[in-house]
Every structure is written in structure tokens, then in C-alpha cells.
């Protein structure tokens, strides 16, 4: 099984600032890699596919990167509705996986 | 944009039963692949089965192989996810999600997401 670890697990952030979030592949997963976004009580939404692809409806501001190993998902100044929980999930191998997720708060 | 919506969920006992449903909406529900993932009380997402479009192909997890069934009724737009064998680990909220993928060939992220269907599994 193909192991996404997430770093770092809680992301404490002033609105307006940049966020950096990380994950890493176990093994390579090529550009097979989509992130999501989950508010309290709510379902997740898809933000970004096939490692960098915004997914409809997302704002600009919200970029995908890396391959293989390796991914980022970088939210450029973050506003108030960003505060939430995010995981990613490749697609690569099978079974599929997900992170355990990174917390963004507000700081 | 297909949306889905679970139901279904409740109190099951080890060992029994529960049947679960995900109603789609638009015309393009009966093409896409359905997947059925799972979240922990508190914890991460769990990928459990998936459907293909006319229900010809289907896959499990591990943890569910043998003891789940994911069926689908195209003509009333609806994915049934049948839990049998229910263990206290299958506790979870349970969410439907679409896989805009071709009919051989799934994408294998996910679209579009219900809200979700609570799944408690206690004796």
C-alpha cells in the first residue's frame, strides 16, 4: 500500500499570508495526485487533479505541484472561507490512498 | 455538475447488516463510475468500493472484500452499497463520490461528493 504522509499536520496562518502544504508518496506516483478540502460537517471538495489541474469553480489562488514522490499544494493568500482541513490522495497504485490531512487555522 | 446524496445510515449490530444508498441527480449519473469512501469518526478518508457505469465491474478493499456488495440501479439513478458481516471498525461516515472516468477506464479521484451517511456499528 502506498503511504501519504502529510506535513505538517496543523498550519497556523494569518489571513492574507501564503500557505504551504505538503505530501509525500511512499513510492512513486507519477502526476496521479488530487487534493481536497473539508469544513467541519461538510463533505470534501475536490481543489486540484493530476497534480496541478484546478478542479471547476477553484480560485486561482489555490496551485498544485510535484511529481512523484513529492507534492505541494500552496494556497497564495488566504481568505477566510480557506480555514479547513486538507488531504490528498493519489491514484497512482492501487489500493488508493489518502493522507492523514493538514490542518490550516487561522493564527 | 452530477450531485449525490446518501442515505441509509444508522445503528447496526456486529455481525449484521445495513444497506446503503446514493441518489444521483442530471442526466449524466448513469455514466460515471461511483466510489464509495469512508471516514473514520475523527480520522482520515478510507477508499472502500467502486462501480462502473452499468455495473459490470466492480472493486473492494481489502478490509470490505467478501462482506460488502456495491450494486447500482441506473434506471432510478442509485448506487446501493450492501454491508454485511458488520464489524465494530466499519464505524465511519460513509460518502458517495463520482469518477467523471470513460467506461473502461476510471479516473480514480473524485468529483463530486454527498454529505455523507453515518454509519455506527455497536452491540
Known amino acids: 500500500e502506498t503511504v501519504m504522509t502529510q506535513s505538517p499536520a496543523t498550519l497556523s496562518v494569518s489571513p492574507g499570508e501564503r500557505a504551504t502544504l505538503s505530501c509525500r508518496a511512499s513510492q512513486g506516483v507519477s502526476n496521479d495526485l488530487a487534493w481536497y478540502q473539508q469544513k467541519p460537517g461538510q463533505a470534501p471538495r475536490l481543489l486540484i487533479y493530476?497534480?496541478?489541474s484546478r478542479a471547476t469553480g477553484i480560485p486561482a489562488r489555490f496551485s498544485g505541484s510535484g511529481s512523484g514522490t513529492e507534492f505541494t499544494l500552496t494556497i497564495s493568500s488566504l481568505q477566510s472561507e480557506d480555514f479547513a482541513l486538507y488531504y490528498c490522495?493519489?491514484?497512482?497504485?492501487?489500493?488508493?490512498?489518502f493522507g492523514g490531512g493538514s490542518k490550516v487555522e487561522i493564527k | 455538475e452530477v450531485q449525490v446524496v446518501e442515505s441509509g445510515g444508522g445503528l447496526g449490530r456486529p455481525g449484521g447488516s445495513l444497506r446503503l444508498s446514493c441518489a444521483g441527480s442530471?442526466?449524466?449519473?448513469?455514466?460515471?463510475?461511483i466510489h464509495w469512501v469512508r471516514q473514520d469518526p475523527g480520522k482520515g478518508l478510507v477508499w472502500v468500493a467502486r462501480?462502473?457505469?452499468?455495473?459490470?465491474?466492480?472493486t473492494y478493499a481489502d478490509s470490505v472484500k467478501g462482506r460488502f456488495i456495491i450494486s447500482r440501479d441506473n434506471a432510478n439513478k442509485t448506487v446501493h452499497l450492501q454491508m454485511n458481516s458488520l464489524r465494530v471498525e466499519d464505524t465511519a461516515v460513509y460518502y458517495c463520490?463520482?469518477?467523471?472516468?470513460?467506461?473502461?477506464?476510471?479516473?480514480?479521484?473524485?468529483?463530486?461528493w454527498g454529505r455523507g451517511t453515518l454509519v455506527s456499528v455497536s452491540s
Open positions: 493530476g497534480g496541478f
Open positions: 442530471g442526466i449524466t449519473f448513469s455514466s460515471l463510475w
Open positions: 462501480i462502473n457505469s452499468d455495473g459490470t465491474k466492480t
Open positions: 490522495q493519489q491514484y497512482n497504485r492501487w489500493p488508493l490512498t
Open positions: 463520490a463520482t469518477d467523471r472516468g470513460t467506461y473502461y477506464v476510471p479516473e480514480n479521484w473524485f468529483q463530486s
